[in-house]
């Protein structure tokens, strides 16, 4: 048994929950991932994975052994590609995915700027608002907007964005303007609606006053899971919107969307990068990081600082609306 490749199948088995997946991953047979696994409990002499037919969990002792397992395949790599970035400048493949909105206004138009500066690195950009599956999907890293809940990624943190109220002049003619964050549940009016898949329902909305906090829910006749839809929706008169501001500032300025409630607070939304917590942060991937941090300083000026530091072991949450 070679134990560097049985410690990174057990790795790759406990974060894909999937010995298939950690298969493809790790561009091996479903049948020698399982080999691997297997021998290393047998050396170990203690289970490590519960298996059925339908899911592989890991057990209490995997659990405390996969937190070791991944700072020693994480040093290991670190020291690897040390050497190798070194005498180097970044090149090749990096796969990340990141949200429509932000990749449309805010990546795009400034990507022949970091093609001119790292020419060797090709980038497959995945292109979504779902929540991305980074091992069994292959994926470098996400980008994301959102609060974090514990998991097996890690996040770092490069910006918050902050966010608005917004509604078309459309609607608000036939709706009225709210002057309170509650008449936006009234039967008078309708927000567009954020899906968030992970729940399955559409999110809420928390404004505050002073002492006053209201969390916003209202009634909708039409909900997405698309940034680029929800603001469709919104220009074309379907309700009241929470946005990034980097989506709106351009339609407010020609008319087409009017800020509600200037006077409310709404929490920024904080955006992070994340990867598997095995995965050493390659000089292509830490480039890209920082490029996308200078674009957040220029498109979210003032907000809390890029790189702040991120929750232990965090994963991606999709807020309403995403950016």
Known sequence: MDRFDA?????????AGSFTKAAQTLHLSKTTVTQLVQQLEARLRVKLLHRTTRQVRVTPDGAAYYERVVRVLSELDDADTALSDASASPRGRLRV?????????ILMPALPEFHTRYPEIQLDMGVSDRIVDVIGDRVDAVLRGGEVTVSALVARRIGDLPLGVYAAPSYLQAAGTPSHPREIEDERHRIVGF?????????????????????????????????????????AGMGVLWLPRYMADAHAARGELVALLEDWALDPMPMYVAYPPHRHVSAKLRVFIEWVESLMARHAPGTSPAGAPPPPRPTLQRPAPAP
Do not use: K
């Not at 410690?7 to 974060?15: K, M, S, T």
């Not at 995915?97 to 206004?105: E, G, I, Q, Y």
């Not at 559409?202 to 829910?217: C, F, H, K, L, N």
């Open 97 to 105: 995915d990141v949200p429509s909105p932000f990749a449309r206004l």
């Open 195 to 235: 899906l968030r898949s992970s729940v399955g329902r559409v999110a809420s909305i928390e404004m505050r006053r002073g002492d006053e906090t209201v969390d916003v829910r209202g009634r909708y006749a039409v909900a997405v899971d698309d940034g680029n839809a929800y603001l469709a929706a919104g220009l």
């Open 7 to 15: 410690l990174q199948a057990f790795a790759r088995v406990v974060e």
